[in-house]
């Protein structure tokens, strides 16, 4: 028999943890731009920060906590997280990755982070002052190069944070069942902007400082040679291959891409994973949890809140325009802020101080809903929601029940009659649905410097969202990209199919992994199909027209349907059934509310816009208009696959 679920009593409940934390007892001794030698000779730049005492380190042995970054070590951000565990009794150690910043080589998205990292642990654990115990965290790039580095299972690796990062880039990270996200080709101009090329050419950067993303997004396919990334030829190179090496291939494989690919041989450390329902990642830091305490001892543990992606949004109590109450927060929840809360983890494992967390259920999570519905002080839907602790993953006690895509635009769990019709709709890739939120990030532009602005603000200030991150009433609305008027209800379009239950009678939780299983065809002999689950309130005096809150989302794309990694086109026409794997998610449905789910074609700019032809991906000439339908008659029964936890 599971472990029944556990609420947790958050706030204030950290309180009794702290005398167990290491103290602030020392000074810090910065050494700058350490050079660390790797295997090929290429030397990457380091940081270390050491305990001191009147200005001078002191001696002896020490554990030391790393972060590696694409971002530039000498942000205050990372010299802020270094000095707090230095103080505490830890060497800092903050490394620009290979090719960034102050490190030599070349840079290539995520490529060379195996080697690197276990190269560097290797010279960590060479030095007189290492007592031989390293402990890592960080966050996106940050945890995809720890997880790659464990894939070389170092020997001095002792403990882990991986936080809000992929653990598949090609099944579900740069790509999603197919979809290319086009985050990933955002980041590559804005971290061409912060490229050694352009720090050292001042017409390198003035012309990416000019590139609109706005403009690009729409000029797609990116031309090699065409676009301000040429002019960084290893940037436009990775962005490139990202979006045009759409089968899969050996070259996916890598272990700084493929982290599954490798889990036999990643290192068997304490792990804790962090993300948010909202971030990029949850399904792909619900893998590695499933996977490594299926293959590890650990202990493997994962906390999952409500946020969105980064590190200091885990201190926040809203994603978007939703807010989840002042449980939702990890400061003052859970720790008194972040790096306490990292400390616990590596006090424990580094230092062996006994301070019981261990001992704690390896799964916190946190249930969104419960809240009062009005608008808050701050503007934001109050949807509320609690911790709660739980002991696996996916929940022993769920109950996976079918919800039947009707063709009047109803969703039950009745199975639809043996007449029912199908819903069509045209997908016109010049008018796609536009992305108004959800789980995304990276997905950005540098905003230009200003007029009469003094100085150099970084790029990483700059970055303007070009979707909102997190929840948000799903409707159209003045400055959302592809947005137009009259700013209507997604749901409202003709190329958006919505079918929703009736107003529950009682209180529906839904948590776990979710799919949507479509009978479908099309005109076109390739093109996507997207789903995304909704949370409809009712009509009330702060939300008259109701508010349509996204849940979670998904997307297939066609030719790439049965996951071989291997392109089949579809014959036009033909029926053919499509699994569609939305993130996974935590949600109380409260009584009175609808559950809705949204089928179509497109959900742009997260990703990119599938233009029908069948033609190579990220290489087409030209779109058509596809006709798409989806069929549920009693031998054709789309529907959803809800987690529904009982009461």
Same mark, same amino acid.
């Given at each position: 028999?599971?472990?029944?679920?556990?609420?947790? +009593?958050?706030?204030?409940?950290?309180?009794?943890?702290?005398?167990?934390?290491?103290?602030?007892?020392?000074?810090?001794?910065?050494?700058?731009?350490?050079?660390?030698?790797?295997?090929?000779?290429? %030397?990457?730049?380091?940081?270390?920060?050491?305990?001191?005492?009147?200005?001078?380190?002191?001696?002896?042995?020490?554990?030391?906590?790393?972060?590696?970054?694409?971002?530039?070590?000498?942000?205050?951000?990372?010299?802020?997280?270094?000095?707090?565990?230095?103080?505490?009794?830890?060497?800092?150690?903050?490394?620009?990755?290979?090719?960034?910043?102050?490190?030599?080589?070349?840079?290539?998205?995520?490529?060379?982070?195996?080697?690197?990292?276990?190269?560097?642990?290797?010279?960590?654990?060479?030095?007189?002052?290492?007592?031989?115990?390293?402990?890592?965290?960080?966050?996106?790039?940050?945890?995809? @190069?720890?997880?790659?580095?464990?894939?070389?299972?170092?020997?001095?690796?002792? =403990?882990?944070?991986? +936080?809000? &990062?992929?653990?598949?880039?090609?099944?579900?990270?740069?790509?999603?069942?197919?979809?290319?996200?086009?985050?990933?080709?955002?980041?590559?101009?804005?971290?061409?902007?912060?490229?050694?090329?352009?720090?050292?050419?001042?017409?390198?950067?003035?012309?990416?400082?000019?590139?609109?993303?706005?403009?690009?997004?729409?000029?797609?396919?990116?031309?090699?040679?065409?676009?301000?990334?040429?002019?960084?030829?290893?940037?436009?190179?990775? @962005?490139?291959?990202?979006?045009?090496?759409?089968?899969?291939?050996?070259?996916?494989?890598?272990?700084?891409?493929?982290?599954? =690919?490798?889990?036999?041989?990643?290192?068997?450390?304490?792990?804790?994973?962090?993300?948010?329902?909202?971030?990029?990642? #949850?399904?792909?830091?619900?893998?590695?949890?499933?996977?490594?305490?299926?293959?590890?001892?650990?202990?493997?543990?994962?906390?999952?809140?409500?946020?969105?992606?980064?590190?200091?949004?885990?201190?926040?109590?809203?994603?978007?325009?939703?807010?989840?109450?002042?449980?939702?927060?990890?400061?003052?929840?859970?720790?008194?802020?972040?790096?306490?809360?990292?400390?616990?983890?590596?006090?424990?494992?580094?230092?062996?101080?006994?301070?019981?967390?261990?001992?704690?259920?390896?799964?916190?999570?946190?249930?969104?809903?419960?809240?009062?519905?009005?608008?808050?002080?701050?503007?934001?839907?109050?949807?509320?929601?609690?911790?709660?602790?739980?002991?696996?993953?996916?929940?022993?006690?769920?109950?996976?029940?079918?919800?039947?895509?009707?063709?009047?635009?109803?969703?039950?769990?009745?199975?639809?009659?043996?007449?029912?019709? #199908?819903?069509?709709?045209?997908?016109?890739?010049?008018?796609?649905?536009? +992305?108004?939120?959800?789980?995304?990030?990276?997905?950005?532009?540098?905003?230009?410097?200003?007029? &009469? @602005?003094?100085?150099?603000?970084?790029?990483?200030? %700059?970055?303007?969202?070009?979707?909102?991150?997190?929840?948000?009433?799903?409707?159209?609305?003045?400055?959302?990209?592809?947005?137009?008027? #009259?700013?209507?209800?997604?749901?409202?379009?003709?190329?958006?199919?919505?079918?929703?239950?009736?107003?529950?009678?009682?209180?529906?939780?839904?948590?776990?992994?979710?799919?949507?299983?479509?009978?479908?065809?099309?005109?076109?002999?390739?093109?996507?199909?997207?789903?995304?689950?909704?949370?409809?309130? #009712?009509?009330?005096?702060?939300?008259?027209?109701?508010?349509?809150?996204?849940?979670?989302?998904?997307?297939?794309? =066609?030719?790439?349907?049965?996951?071989?990694?291997?392109?089949?086109?579809?014959?036009?026409? =033909?029926?053919?059934?499509?699994?569609?794997?939305?993130?996974?998610?935590?949600?109380?449905?409260?009584?009175?509310?609808?559950?809705?789910?949204?089928?179509?074609?497109?959900?742009?700019?997260?990703?990119?816009?599938?233009?029908? +032809? &069948?033609?190579?991906?990220?290489?087409?000439?030209?779109?058509?208009?596809?006709?798409?339908?989806?069929?549920?008659?009693? %031998?054709?029964?789309?529907?959803?696959?809800?987690?529904?936890?009982?009461?």
């Amino acid at each position: 028999m599971a472990n029944e679920a556990k609420s947790s +009593t958050t706030a204030g409940s950290f309180e009794s943890n702290q005398d167990k934390l290491s103290k602030p007892r020392y000074g810090v001794l910065i050494a700058k731009d350490v050079m660390v030698p790797m295997r090929d000779g290429v %030397r990457l730049a380091a940081d270390l920060y050491f305990p001191a005492i009147d200005g001078k380190a002191v001696e002896g042995r020490w554990p030391s906590v790393m972060q590696r970054t694409p971002y530039n070590k000498s942000d205050v951000h990372y010299g802020g997280h270094a000095e707090y565990f230095c103080k505490r009794g830890y060497v800092g150690i903050v490394m620009d990755c290979r090719g960034r910043f102050n490190s030599e080589g070349d840079y290539y998205h995520f490529i060379y982070e195996a080697e690197d990292g276990y190269d560097t642990c290797e010279w960590i654990g060479r030095q007189t002052w290492s007592d031989g115990r390293i402990g890592t965290f960080g966050v996106s790039y940050g945890s995809q @190069v720890q997880s790659a580095m464990a894939t070389q299972n170092p020997r001095n690796l002792a =403990a882990m944070i991986p +936080t809000e &990062g992929p653990s598949n880039i090609y099944e579900y990270g740069l790509r999603h069942d197919g979809a290319f996200q086009l985050k990933f080709l955002t980041a590559g101009f804005w971290f061409g902007l912060m490229s050694q090329e352009a720090r050292d050419n001042p017409a390198i950067r003035k012309a990416l400082e000019g590139a609109r993303m706005g403009d690009w997004l729409w000029r797609l396919p990116l031309k090699r040679g065409q676009s301000p990334l040429a002019l960084i030829p290893n940037y436009e190179s990775f @962005v490139i291959d990202f979006m045009t090496r759409g089968d899969h291939e050996p070259f996916w494989d890598q272990p700084g891409f493929n982290i599954e =690919a490798h889990y036999d041989e990643h290192s068997d450390v304490p792990t804790y994973l962090v993300c948010g329902w909202y971030d990029s990642w #949850p399904r792909a830091m619900f893998i590695h949890f499933m996977e490594l305490s299926r293959r590890k001892k650990g202990p493997i543990k994962i906390l999952m809140g409500p946020w969105i992606h980064g590190d200091d949004t885990v201190e926040l109590t809203y994603s978007g325009d939703v807010d989840f109450g002042p449980e939702a927060s990890l400061q003052g929840n859970l720790a008194e802020h972040r790096n306490a809360w990292r400390l616990r983890w590596f006090d424990r494992w580094l230092k062996g101080i006994g301070n019981g967390v261990d001992e704690e259920p390896p799964v916190k999570m946190f249930v969104m809903g419960g809240g009062s519905g009005r608008r808050n002080a701050e503007g934001r839907l109050d949807h509320g929601g609690r911790w709660r602790d739980e002991y696996e993953w996916p929940l022993a006690r769920t109950q996976y029940t079918n919800y039947y895509l009707h063709p009047d635009g109803t969703l039950s769990p009745q199975s639809p009659g043996s007449n029912g019709s #199908p819903s069509g709709y045209l997908y016109d890739p010049n008018h796609p649905v536009p +992305t108004i939120s959800g789980s995304l990030s990276g997905l950005a532009e540098i905003v230009p410097m200003e007029a &009469g @602005v003094h100085g150099d603000p970084p790029p990483m200030t %700059r970055l303007r969202n070009l979707a909102v991150q997190g929840a948000m009433h799903q409707a159209e609305y003045p400055g959302g990209f592809a947005c137009k008027p #009259p700013y209507l209800p997604l749901s409202a379009r003709q190329d958006v199919l919505s079918f929703q239950t009736a107003p529950l009678e009682q209180n529906i939780e839904v948590t776990g992994p979710i799919t949507v299983k479509l009978w479908a065809s099309s005109s076109a002999p390739d093109t996507d199909f997207t789903a995304k689950l909704l949370d409809i309130y #009712p009509s009330s005096d702060d939300y008259p027209d109701g508010y349509h809150m996204n849940i979670t989302e998904g997307i297939v794309r =066609a030719r790439y349907r049965d996951r071989s990694g291997k392109a089949k086109l579809l014959e036009p026409g =033909a029926v053919y059934p499509f699994e569609i794997i939305l993130e996974p998610t935590s949600n109380l449905f409260q009584a009175g509310h609808r559950i809705r789910v949204d089928i179509s074609s497109s959900n742009f700019p997260r990703f990119d816009i599938n233009p029908n +032809t &069948g033609e190579p991906v990220g290489q087409h000439t030209h779109s058509v208009v596809a006709h798409n339908k989806i069929f549920h008659d009693s %031998r054709r029964e789309s529907h959803i696959v809800l987690p529904v936890i009982p009461e």
